[in-house]
Nanobody, 119 residues
Framework: QVHLVESGGGLVQPGGSLRLSCAASGFAFSTTTMNWFRQAPGKERELVAKITNLGGSTDYADSVKGRFTISRDNAKNTVYLQMNSLKPEDTAVYYC????????????WGKGTLVTVSS
């Protein structure tokens, strides 16, 4: 019953900003570490950002440090990824991921939202 739905992707020019959202349900969101991954065409999926349950600890890929910010609203069961100073290299499908136990049914991956950074 784990269900994740990403939104907020789209076309943006280099240097622009975009905020992605991931609506979560079917598990104890407030006690679950959440991640954002991305996969560009022809490249392997990579971890972009991670946030612990209380939001006190975050981690970012070196390529996005200083530009992206992950946050969460436990009252809304939603995790966000604020993306600033976007580059063409950021173009990818962005996926939301929940670090839930395998004993919990459902899909701990969303279907993704496409971010295209282009002039």
């Amino acid at each position: 019953q784990v269900h994740l739905v990403e939104s907020g992707g789209g076309l943006v020019q280099p240097g622009g900003s975009l905020r992605l959202s991931c609506a979560a349900s079917g598990f104890a969101f407030s006690t679950t570490t959440m991640n954002w991954f991305r996969q560009a065409p022809g490249k392997e999926r990579e971890l972009v950002a991670k946030i612990t349950n209380l939001g006190g600890s975050t981690d970012y890929a070196d390529s996005v440090k200083g530009r992206f910010t992950i946050s969460r609203d436990n009252a809304k069961n939603t995790v966000y990824l604020q993306m600033n100073s976007l580059k063409p290299e950021d173009t990818a499908v962005y996926y939301c991921n929940a670090e839930v136990p395998m004993t919990i049914p459902g899909n701990n991956w969303g279907k993704g939202t496409l971010v295209t950074v282009s002039s």
